[in-house]
C-alpha cells in the first residue's frame, strides 16, 4: 500500500467470513463502520467492524425480496431501528421496523408499504429521517423512513432514461437525469411544513464532453461549492459478430466532475480500467477492480483526479464467476467492499486534500527542504517554549514571540493554527502587553530608526496579521469572564490599530496627491504664447486615452 498524501493514512481489516450467500443489499448505519446486510432467503444481517473483533449478528429473518439496484436504507430513531427498500417489482415502498428482544432478532414488522404510480427509478437518503424516491412517471416524492409515510409528489416530467438521485443538505436533493440535448439537473427541496418545491434546475455545460451511455451515480463532494462527481458507462463496440457490423463487447467507466454554477463545464476526469466499480469517499473516489483473490485500489482527488494513494485488500469469493461486479458502501471512515460473497474493508484517515502538499513531495530537494523548513516552524516553536518551561520560564519569551509574530504573514487558517499550538491562554495577557508596546514604538518613531536598532522587531503590518490571527484562534477564551487579557488592554489595542489605520489612510492620500504633482505641467503665460501655443494648450487639457491595437 501507498500513500503520496500528506496527513493520509488507511488500513485493510479484517471481515469475518459468511456463509448466507451472495448479499443483494447492503446499507451503511449510524454507526461509525457498522453495515446492514441482506440476504435473499435468510434476512437482515449486521456486520459491525467499528471495533477491533469484527462480527456478524442478526437482524431478523426476512422472506420477501428487495430491487437491489436500487438498495436500501437503514434509519435509527432513538432506540428504534427501521429499514427501507423497494419491493420486486419496483412498485412499491416498504419500511420494515427491526425488533431485537432479549438478544433476539424476530421477524421485522411491516411499519407502511406505500404503492406508487410507476416504478422507482432511484432512491437516497434525504437527512433529517427521509427519503426521496424518483419514480418513472415523473414523480419525486419524499418518504419518512420511520413511518414510511409518503407525501404529495412532485410532477417535474417523465424521464425516459437513466435518473440519479443524490443528497444535497437536509431535506434537499440533487437529481441528474439524461435528456436528448444532455444531463439535465433538479434542485428539489422540503420544507418544515412538508411542502416539495423545485429550488433551481438547469443543464449540465458538458463543454466538448458529450456522456454516452447509461448514467450511474452522482454524488455530491463539496456542498459549499455545489461540485458533483458523475459517474458513466460507455459501451465498448467492435466490429463482426451482428448483421450491422458492431458487437457490443463490456463497458467502460468514465468519471467527470462539475460545479451546478452558470459557469462550471464538465472536466473528465482520468479514466480508469474498464473493469473497475467508482465510489465516492467524502472529497475523494476510488476505482476498485479485482485480480483474482486481490482487491486492488487508487484513491483520487475527487477535484483534479490526482491520484494520492493506492493498495491491495484480499478478499474471498465464493462463486468461481467472473462476472461478479464490485459493489461498495461507506460508513462514516469505513469502506465495505462485496462482490461474488467475498467482503473486503478499508479504514480511512482522509484529510482535506492539499494539491500543494503534492505537488511538493514531487519537486526537487531544495524545495523540499523549504516545505520541511516551513512545516517545522511550529514544532520548533514548541519545542523552544518546553526548553524555556524547563528553565523556569512560564511565560514565552521575547525572542519567542517576535519569531512567531514574523512568521504569521500566511493564509489566515495557517497563522490559526500555528497559534493554537504554540500560545497557551495564559500567555495572552502577556503576549497582548508586548504587542501593544511594539505598537506604541512603531507609531512614534520612524520604521528605519528601529530597524536599526532592533532588527529582529517585526514590522508594523506583521503585527496587525497577528492580532487578527489571535483573535480567530482564542477569540472565545478572550470573551469569557475572567480571561487572560484585561478589558483596558483590549481598548489600548483597539486605539493604537485606529491610530494605524489613520496612518495608513494619510500615507495613501499623500502618496496619490504626490503622483498628482508630478504628472502637473507648467501653464504657459498668456503673453508668450501664439495662436498655434494655445492649440496644443488646448490639446494639453484634453484627457489622455490609452489605446492598444490587436492583430488577429
Known amino acids: ?11 485493510a481489516l479484517d471481515v469475518p467470513p459468511s456463509s448466507w450467500g451472495d448479499a443483494a443489499a447492503v446499507s451503511p448505519t449510524a454507526t461509525d463502520g457498522s453495515f446492514i446486510v441482506f440476504f435473499p432467503g435468510v434476512g437482515f444481517k449486521y456486520l459491525d467492524l467499528s471495533l477491533g473483533n469484527s ?11 428487495i430491487a437491489s439496484h436500487i438498495g436500501m436504507l437503514h434509519h435509527q430513531a432513538g432506540d428504534s431501528c427501521y429499514i427501507s427498500f423497494a419491493e420486486t417489482p419496483p412498485k412499491s415502498w416498504a419500511c420494515y421496523q427491526l425488533v431485537c428482544k432479549d438478544g433476539k432478532a424476530p421477524s421485522p414488522q411491516l411499519s407502511e408499504r406505500l404503492c406508487l404510480p410507476g416504478e422507482i427509478r432511484a432512491a437516497c437518503d434525504a437527512g433529517d429521517g427521509f427519503a426521496a424516491l424518483a419514480i418513472s412517471s415523473g414523480q419525486l416524492r419524499f418518504v419518512d423512513l420511520a413511518s414510511g409515510k409518503g407525501g404529495k409528489g412532485l410532477k417535474l416530467g417523465e424521464a425516459k432514461k437513466c435518473v440519479a438521485l443524490t443528497r444535497l443538505a437536509k431535506r434537499k436533493v440533487l437529481m441528474v437525469r439524461d435528456r436528448s440535448i444532455g444531463p439535465e439537473f433538479l434542485i428539489i ?16 455545460h458538458t463543454s466538448s464532453i458529450s456522456p454516452v451511455g447509461p448514467l450511474e451515480s452522482v454524488v455530491v463532494t463539496h456542498e459549499e461549492e455545489e461540485r458533483v462527481l458523475l459517474c458513466w458507462r460507455e459501451p465498448v463496440m467492435m466490429n463482426g459478430g451482428t448483421p450491422n457490423g458492431h458487437t457490443e463487447q463490456g463497458t467502460v467507466c468514465h468519471v467527470a466532475t462539475t460545479t451546478l454554477s452558470d459557469k462550471g463545464n464538465l472536466v473528465r476526469l482520468p479514466e480508469p480500467s474498464a473493469s473497475c466499480q467508482v465510489a465516492a469517499i467524502a472529497s475523494y473516489y476510488a476505482e476498485w477492480h479485482r485480480e483474482g483473490s486481490r482487491l486492488a485500489f487508487h484513491l483520487r482527488d475527487a477535484r483534479y483526479g490526482l491520484a494520492v494513494a493506492s493498495g491491495q485488500a484480499s478478499i474471498q469469493i465464493e462463486s468461481k464467476s467472473q462476472q461478479h461486479t464490485v459493489s461498495t458502501q461507506t460508513a462514516g471512515s469505513v469502506t465495505l467492499v462485496y462482490s461474488g460473497g467475498g467482503y473486503a474493508a478499508i479504514k480511512w484517515q482522509l484529510p482535506l486534500f492539499s494539491l500543494r502538499g503534492l505537488v511538493a513531495r514531487r519537486s526537487d530537494e531544495e524545495s523540499r527542504q523549504v516545505r520541511r523548513a516551513l512545516d517545522g516552524g511550529a514544532a520548533a516553536l514548541s519545542r523552544k517554549r518546553k526548553l524555556d518551561e524547563g528553565n523556569g520560564l512560564k511565560q514565552l519569551s521575547m525572542q519567542g514571540l517576535a519569531e512567531l509574530v514574523r512568521r504569521c504573514g500566511a493564509l489566515q487558517k495557517d497563522d490559526v493554527a500555528l497559534l493554537k499550538a504554540c500560545l497557551k491562554p495564559e500567555d495572552l495577557h502577556s503576549v497582548t502587553k508586548t504587542l501593544l508596546n511594539w505598537l506604541r514604538l512603531h507609531q512614534g518613531i520612524p520604521a528605519a530608526e528601529i530597524k536599526k536598532v532592533a532588527p529582529r522587531m517585526p514590522r508594523l503590518a506583521s503585527i496587525v496579521s497577528f492580532l487578527k490571527a489571535m483573535v480567530d484562534a482564542f477569540l472565545p477564551v478572550m470573551s469569557a469572564t475572567g480571561a487572560g487579557v484585561a478589558p483596558e488592554d483590549i481598548e489600548a489595542v483597539l486605539e493604537r490599530l485606529v491610530v494605524a489605520q489613520g496612518a495608513s489612510r494619510r500615507g495613501e492620500k499623500l502618496y496619490a496627491r504626490a503622483r498628482e504633482a508630478c504628472r502637473r505641467r507648467e501653464k504657459p503665460r498668456a503673453s508668450e504664447v501664439t495662436k498655434k501655443n494655445l492649440e496644443i494648450q488646448r490639446k494639453l487639457k ?11
Do not use: T, Y
Not at 55 to 65: K, Q
Not at 542 to 552: C, D, G, W
Open 1 to 11: 500500500m501507498a500513500s503520496r498524501a500528506r496527513g493520509l493514512d488507511f488500513q
Open 55 to 65: 462480527s456478524w449478528r442478526d437482524g431478523g429473518h426476512f422472506s420477501g425480496a
Open 189 to 204: 427541496e422540503q420544507d418544515e411544513f412538508q411542502a416539495v418545491s423545485l429550488q433551481r434546475r438547469g443543464m449540465l
Open 542 to 552: 484634453a484627457p489622455k486615452v490609452e489605446i492598444s491595437v490587436l492583430r488577429f
